[in-house]
């Protein structure tokens, strides 16, 4: 015997297939549709995705005295051995320093310099595939000529 909300067709008897809304054909259209966006969201997923690798090389570090303590405005040059261009910047109130879009390729020159003191000249090379390099500067007391 059926039910009122049976005969008014707001509830289906699941036990007849004809009246279920999942018969076999649209099941499998169902499982197909939500196959593709599984599919869709492993590919991608930032877990399955490949590192990218930076464009450019960032140097970053101290410039600091033979106490260790932060030299403010103390000139840092960095040079291009390729190009033979140099940039220079002075170091910040805490002595640190900063020089970014470095070409990966590229071999650089880094020294720092003040009140006629100065560090030795470091290398950064271009075979160093580290994205980002901390080099920290020591001015010596020796005065340069």
Known sequence: MDSPLERSGVVSDIRRPEMCCWSDKPR??????????LLG???????????????????????LDEAEK??????????????????????????????DDLSFS??????????GSSSETRRISSMDMRARLVMNLTLSAQKTQ
Not at 29 to 37: C, D, G, I, Q, S
Not at 54 to 62: E, M, S
Not at 73 to 97: F, N, P, R
């Open 106 to 115: 590229h071999d650089y020159k880094i020294k720092a310099s003040f009140k």
């Open 41 to 63: 969201l492993i590919s991608s997923s930032p877990v399955w995705a490949k590192e990218k690798k930076p464009l450019t090389k960032t140097v970053t570090g101290f410039v």
């Open 70 to 99: 932060p030299i403010e405005g103390a000139s840092v040059e960095l040079t291009d051995a390729q190009t033979s261009k140099v940039i220079a910047i002075y170091s910040q109130e805490d002595g640190s320093y900063h020089f």
């Open 28 to 37: 499998a259209k169902v499982v197909a549709a939500f196959a593709l966006v």
